[in-house]
């Protein structure tokens, strides 16, 4: 079945500093969902993706989807500390279901 | 408020039990899905239902049982038959049932074994 890994998956950052997560499947998607879990809490959708190559941005955060709508990354500039949580990328192959990464957890060094 | 509500927040269940979490939504959505949430794994896909008195199985189905009587209520059954059942569940709802959606989440039921 389709997998998608998410990678790494904890990141700790200083405050102040940029960091990288990344989204990789087996299968090309038809298009890529972002969420966050602040710790405690449950998760909210941030972004979909859906063409190639496509980048979108919110404030401090970007969001790619790769030419081969096969990966995806979320870049963080300047973090804060309510950037704490987890992060989860979610893909699907054209169909109802959605196929969670595991997630990458980011904690935040004052 | 619209939203998703999931109750109880603390379930606990003893060995050869049935326990229902309830899941209800005022978001008019057509889809609902339950999720279990399991450390380092990520959300796996139990149950979804894109419209009412019909749904499908997700990836970990077995041991768990649903219904979908009205729009706004998706409760799920954890039988006796599951019988790795601490997680914490969650579940959403969406619009409509196509992966083009995105999903409301309620705030989570934590499920352990006496």
């Known amino acids: 079945g389709q997998q998608v890994m998410q990678i790494p998956q904890y990141q700790h950052v200083q405050e102040g500093e940029d960091f990288t997560t990344y989204c990789n499947s087996s299968?090309?998607?038809?298009?890529i969902q972002w969420y966050k879990q602040r710790p405690g809490g449950h998760p909210v959708f941030l972004i979909q993706?859906?063409?190639?190559?496509e980048v979108k941005k919110q404030k401090r955060l970007t969001f790619q989807f790769g030419e081969a709508k096969k990966n995806s990354s979320l870049h963080i500039t300047a973090t804060q500390t309510t950037d704490v949580g987890t992060y989860f990328c979610a893909g699907s192959q054209d169909d109802y279901k959605l196929s969670f990464g595991a997630g990458t957890t980011v904690t935040v060094r004052a | 408020d619209g939203g998703i509500t999931q109750s109880p927040k603390y379930l606990f269940r003893k060995e050869g039990q049935n326990v229902t979490l309830s899941c209800e939504q005022n978001?008019?959505?057509?889809?609902m899905y339950w999720y279990r949430q399991d450390p380092g794994q990520g959300l796996r896909l139990i149950y979804y239902?894109?419209?009412?008195?019909?749904?499908q199985k997700g990836d970990i189905a077995e041991g768990y049982s649903v219904s979908r009587e009205k729009k706004e209520s998706f409760p799920l059954t954890v039988t006796s038959a599951q019988k790795n059942p601490t997680a914490f569940y969650l579940c959403?709802?969406?619009?409509?049932?196509?992966?083009?959606?995105?999903?409301?989440f309620g705030d989570g039921t934590r499920l352990s074994i006496l």
């Open positions: 299968t090309t998607l038809s298009n």
């Open positions: 239902s894109q419209i009412v008195n019909d749904f």
């Open positions: 993706l859906v063409k190639s190559g």
């Open positions: 959403a709802s969406s619009l409509q049932g196509d992966s083009n959606q995105p999903q409301h």
């Open positions: 978001l008019n959505h057509d889809a």
